[in-house]
């Protein structure tokens, strides 16, 4: 009898920590994922940030650029330098027949003409000189020098040729390749080149809508907010108001792009595929969420507070406005930047109102033609070139960063300048 | 031009501001005790400027275009076109006016051009000048209406409440907004296919409806068999209980034992680094399933000799699963931490062990809640959207094999409307009743949950 009990007591014991353990493992696959996650995106993504670049001389010969003697600035601008730029890469192998000149072309960015003009400009003396001029790998050969190529592949299928990779390892051998900082990932639009691709359109693209989004939600939502909270007359409407918000909260944003797509384009006519409708879109999203995080900080400041205004005299919106609001100001703005880190990552709306056009040029205002860095990451991913890989997790590095900023501020602005009331 | 008749007008607002403070002191100098405080006249001097001036300003701003279109249409009223080329004839005008327009230039549409260049700056003009007048006679009102006893403050609060008033049916507007946008290409769309053709049809292949001539009439047997929604339906369904088998065991775990076990510290460091789950941009998961789970299952199942897609429904619902862990983890974290002491307590002094009590007691007393926080997982499970357009298919296809790829509601969605759409084919309007489908689904997730998380609350407090 005493046996059976310690048994069943044993079982009920081993029962608990089975049931501990679970727990643990559950939180422990939580957090590993998350692992997982970030490695993934950091180990395919670091290499982004470097760019890879080849050493070429270039002999700045007038005759072929056509140029006369002693040439004023307007004549270097509009000389042709793309016999020049060709003329230099054929010459890393003068023995290349047509096609194998085709290959040596292809090494390199088709921006190498710009590269080799701007070094001219700069220094107008060199023309008649020899000198190192470094250009932009074409994406597949910047790939082989990080190591990221598969190199035995059988020829056909790969996009690098072997004569390629033969003049390729003659130049690392010369020491004529070389790894940079990629500056160019921050500078330059997208491109459907991966090597000259950038993420500076997209980049001012999710600034704009962000920009549109705060300046719509914020004063809304906090009116709103006020209202519902220290003047609202408890009846139907506001019932209503009150359902209203805590579903749109949880409506799939993607409706939110169908209402951006059949209402701001179709019936206000506002022009597709801009920040301006895609910062109106997301600041429709982000309502409720802004709305609920004030309600939650004005509800948090004690009554005594509003009676200690009222009795002094002041009527109900001058309480408001002078004491309860400005008290609590560090947690509607942290709640705001909650939503906005929320609306910044947000995709399938804007993708709705046309912003995954092609935009190879860097927006000046919410009115131009722009994608946001989400839509950038998408766009990106359903290329099949391989060298955009590492361009869209770079691409999601600085997106998370932003929002790791983004969080953390929110974080400090609720610990330093909220009040504690105990 | 419109900015700079803005930005007056706020200017305006500001200067006028002052003023009203000025002449409030003026007349509290003359030792008159006023009836409010000095910047209450301010204030309402400057609604008195700038509101009405706003007024107009709005309105002209809606009716202007509308109306200029009448006036230019009216000269080709009475010749017999459809209102579709009339609208292209106002098109062509517009541009041609803009300098824009090539094309053929008739001598019709240069004498419109003119006249709408003419209508224009006649409209502009006389916008200036009557929002002049507007704020000159209304500041002259304000101004006068400045006096020891007249009341400022009462009106201008009562101004302040109809503005926060007018702010909080934002959120009503939304919903409206969201209502409409749907609503009407819906209807359309069931004009042409049948509503039941729609919900039990088993083939959906919306590319076979191709974008039509509009000057011919629809022809709706073109139609049958493409806008059957079992297939996607099926799909989202199906995505979503993959994505719960993930989400619940170790969401609802994870929350037990966060809430139950964890000492404080593990807490305060394990509870915030699960929500950054939540905080991560679903076009990353989208990458990340399509990128490295997809891959990752198929070459598992070439292992073990089985097929399986590199788009497929146990990709994009797993990945979906690890998004939805901390929703699930921190609403039932909260639900379990706010069931009363008294209970566990109870379900010790019997002898009763943690786990026990937690399995027994708590668990169904706190089961409400959790079942609440689980159907707002589901709900954003089937709403979300960039997850499954990346790491699932695109072609709907009718099955339950977790290997193969299925599409969901808000994929179609997304395949249907991205690059340019024809408003009024089918196929657009049929993405539009995929939305309200799922405007109603995820609505009627969203009320039940919500309803029985409060009952719940009520039951506790």
């Known amino acids: 009898m005493n046996k059976n009990k310690e048994k069943l007591l044993n079982s009920r014991y081993r029962a608990e920590k089975r049931f501990q353990f679970y727990g643990k493992s559950a939180i422990f696959l939580a957090l590993l994922f998350l692992t997982i996650f970030i490695f993934k995106i950091f180990s395919t993504g670091y290499t982004a940030f470097q760019k890879t670049w080849l050493i070429v001389p270039v002999t700045f010969d007038a005759e072929t650029m056509y140029l006369d003697e002693n040439p004023s600035k307007e004549d270097l601008e509009d000389a042709d330098y793309f016999d ?72 056909d299928q790969r996009r690098v040729t072997d004569y390629q990779l033969k003049i390729f390892d003659q130049l690392v051998e010369q020491g004529r390749v070389e790894s940079k900082f990629n500056l160019s990932f921050f500078t330059y639009p997208d491109s459907r080149e991966a090597e000259l691709a950038g993420i500076a359109s997209s980049f001012m693209g999710s600034i704009f809508s962000i920009l549109v989004c705060l300046v719509i939600a914020f004063p809304v939502a906090v009116l709103a907010a006020i209202y519902l909270e220290e003047f609202a007359p408890k009846n139907r409407l506001t019932d209503f108001i009150e359902v209203n918000i805590n579903n749109l909260a949880a409506v799939p944003s993607i409706v939110f792009g169908l209402l951006g797509l059949g209402i701001l384009l179709a019936v206000f006519q506002l022009p597709r595929s ?40 002041a009527s109900k919106m001058q309480t408001t406005m002078h004491h309860t609001v400005p008290l609590s100001m560090p947690g509607t703005l942290s709640g705001t930047i909650i939503g906005l880190a929320q609306a910044l990552g947000e995709t399938a709306p804007l993708i709705l109102i046309g912003m995954v056009a092609f935009v190879n040029t860097i927006p000046g205002s919410p009115l131009d033609p722009a994608a946001s860095l989400p839509v950038q990451i998408y766009i990106w991913a359903e290329s099949a070139e391989r060298g955009f890989v590492e361009k869209v997790s770079a691409c999601i590095m600085v997106l998370l960063g ?21 | ?39 209450f006249y301010g204030y309402y001097l400057a609604i008195w400027c700038a509101i009405p001036a706003f007024i107009i300003y709005s309105l002209w701003a809606i009716f202007e275009p509308s109306i200029v279109k009448l006036i230019i249409l009216s000269d080709y009223s009475n010749q017999g076109y459809l209102d579709d080329e009339l609208n292209l004839i106002y098109e062509k005008t517009k541009s041609l006016s803009r300098g824009q327009f090539s094309g053929e230039i008739t001598t019709y549409l240069e004498t419109s051009a003119e006249k709408y260049l003419n209508l224009r700056s006649i409209a502009q003009n006389s916008k200036v000048v009557l929002i002049l007048a507007i704020i000159i006679a209304s500041i002259v009102y304000g101004y006068k209406r400045i006096s020891s006893n007249n009341r400022t403050r009462e009106p201008v609060e009562k101004f302040l409440n109809t503005v926060l008033f007018t702010a909080s049916l934002a959120a009503i507007l939304t919903t409206i907004g969201i209502v409409f946008s749907l609503i009407f290409q819906t209807i359309d769309f069931f004009k042409v296919i049948p509503l039941f053709d729609f919900i039990f049809g088993t083939h959906w292949y919306p590319a076979k409806a191709f974008v039509r001539d509009a000057s011919e009439p629809l022809d709706p047997s073109m139609y049958s068999d493409t806008f059957g929604a079992v297939p996607i339906f099926a799909g989202t369904f199906f995505i979503a209980l993959i994505a719960m088998c993930v989400a619940i065991p170790i969401g609802l775990m994870s929350g037990i034992y966060l809430a139950e076990y964890a000492s404080t510290k593990v807490r305060q460091y394990a509870k915030p680094l699960i929500e950054i789950l939540a905080g991560i941009p679903t076009v990353v998961y989208g990458f990340f399933a399509a990128l490295t789970v997809g891959p990752f299952l198929k070459d598992i199942g070439t292992a073990m000799g089985l097929e399986v897609s590199a788009e497929s429904a146990l990709a994009a619902g797993g990945v979906m699963g690890i998004m939805i862990i901390p929703f699930i983890s921190s609403l039932s974290d909260d639900v379990i931490t706010s069931v009363p002491q008294s209970l566990r ?103 039940f949950a919500l309803r029985v998380v409060k009952k719940y609350r009520e039951k506790y407090e």
């Open chain 1, 274 to 313: 801009t920040p301006l409708v895609g910062g109106i879109t997301l600041s429709l999203m982000t309502l409720p969420t802004i709305i609920i995080a004030c309600r939650a900080s004005l509800k948090a400041v004690p009554p005594s507070i509003r009676e200690a205004a009222l009795a002094m005299g």
């Open chain 1, 402 to 422: 932003f929002l790791i900023i983004m969080n953390l501020f929110a974080q400090i602005i609720r610990h330093k300048f909220e009040k504690k009331w105990s």
């Open chain 2, 1 to 39: 031009m419109n900015l700079v008749i803005f930005i007056f007008i706020v200017l305006l607002g500001f200067t006028s501001y002052y003023f009203g403070r000025k002449k409030a002191y003026s007349i509290q100098a003359t030792n008159t005790r006023l009836t409010a405080l000095p910047q």
């Open chain 2, 345 to 447: 307590d109870g379900s010790y002094a019997m002898g009763a062990t943690k786990s026990e009590t937690i399995k027994k007691v708590i668990f169904p007393a706190a089961l409400p809640g959790i079942v609440g926080s689980i159907l707002l997982g589901v709900s954003r499970a089937v709403g979300e959207t960039m997850i499954v357009v990346m790491a699932s298919g695109l072609a709907a296809n009718l099955t339950f094999n977790p290997l193969e790829s299925t599409s969901t509601i808000t994929a179609q969605i997304v395949v249907i409307l991205i690059g340019d759409q024809a408003f009024g084919d089918p196929k657009t309007q049929a993405a539009f009743a995929l939305g309200m489908t799922l405007f109603l689904v995820t609505l009627s997730l969203n009320i």
């Open chain 1, 84 to 155: 020049l730029a060709l003329q230099t890469m054929f010459n890393l192998d003068k023995s290349a027949s047509e096609k194998q000149q085709n290959d040596l072309k292809r090494m390199v960015s088709y921006f190498f003409e710009r590269e080799i003009k701007r070094e001219l400009l700069n220094d107008p003396s060199l023309i008649g000189k020899t000198k190192d001029v470094y250009l932009t790998a074409s994406d597949d050969l910047d790939q082989v020098f990080k190591g990221n190529y598969p190199r035995d592949l059988p020829e």
